[in-house]
């Protein structure tokens, strides 16, 4: 066999190779929203692909609630992906991801979901609503779903309604995490709501290391 044969053999077999050792691998989806299109976002790509055997799809869209993955509504203020490859997309417009297509696309066994802290505007009926339609999808699916909650704020009095509507929307449908448990706002700087510098870095990455660990406790993964 000439050699210019045996390196396309091989390179065909390792193309084959690949391939099933992705399609056995357990495949993660996690959406969000600024916080996500932020370090958050960030420290939370990196954490779940320390994982054995997993292919992470992360998205972050600033801005964001549930509605805008079924409807696709694009944000203005801040957009981060990075797909299974790792390949990282990243602007300040984006539309947002279709749930639909990327459940289709990606057929995730487990979907991470942290959506719960842009309803303080927004009535209970709607916000109740608006999260359960999509944790609905997901379910239907057949992925296992982690429904991640809001993290502490400055303003602390809009929390327990956060929590209230989340729950009764997805209780029955996502297992829950609890954010203000592991995070804290900085007393200074930020907008109150997003944590920026350096100790908000550091509030981000202890609640992105908190919801790994809850995330392979509940997945057994």
């Not at 929203?33 to 420290?43: I, K, L, V, Y």
């Not at 992925?143 to 509507?165: H, V």
Request: a negative charge; hydrophobic letters at 35%.
């Amino acid at each position: 066999m000439k050699t210019g044969k045996i390196f396309i053999y091989f390179s065909l077999l390792c193309t084959l190779c690949l391939s099933i050792e992705s399609s056995m691998a357990t495949q993660i989806l996690f959406v969000g929203d600024s916080h996500s299109a932020g370090s958050f976002g960030r420290f939370i790509n990196e954490n779940l692909r320390t994982l054995e055997n997993v292919d992470v799809t992360t998205v972050g869209s600033c801005g964001a609630k549930a509605r805008h993955y079924l409807n696709g509504h694009a944000t203005h203020c801040g957009f981060y992906m990075a797909d299974n490859q790792n390949r990282v997309t990243s602007a300040t417009k984006h539309a947002t991801p279709l749930m639909t297509d990327l459940l289709a696309k990606l057929q995730p066994q487990f979907v991470l979901v942290e959506l719960a802290g842009n309803y303080t505007d927004a009535s209970d009926e709607y916000t109740v609503r608006d999260m359960r339609e999509l944790a609905q999808k997901i379910y239907d699916s057949g992925a296992k779903c982690l429904w991640i909650g809001a993290a502490d704020s400055r303003d602390r009095t809009r929390i327990p309604r956060l929590y209230k509507l989340m729950h009764e929307a997805v209780s029955e449908l996502c297992h829950q995490f609890d954010s203000t448990l592991v995070t804290t706002y900085p007393t200074t700087g930020g907008d109150g709501v997003h944590y920026a510098g350096e100790e908000g870095r550091v509030q981000t990455k202890r609640w992105a290391d908190a919801v790994l660990t809850e995330f392979v406790e509940w997945s057994g993964l």
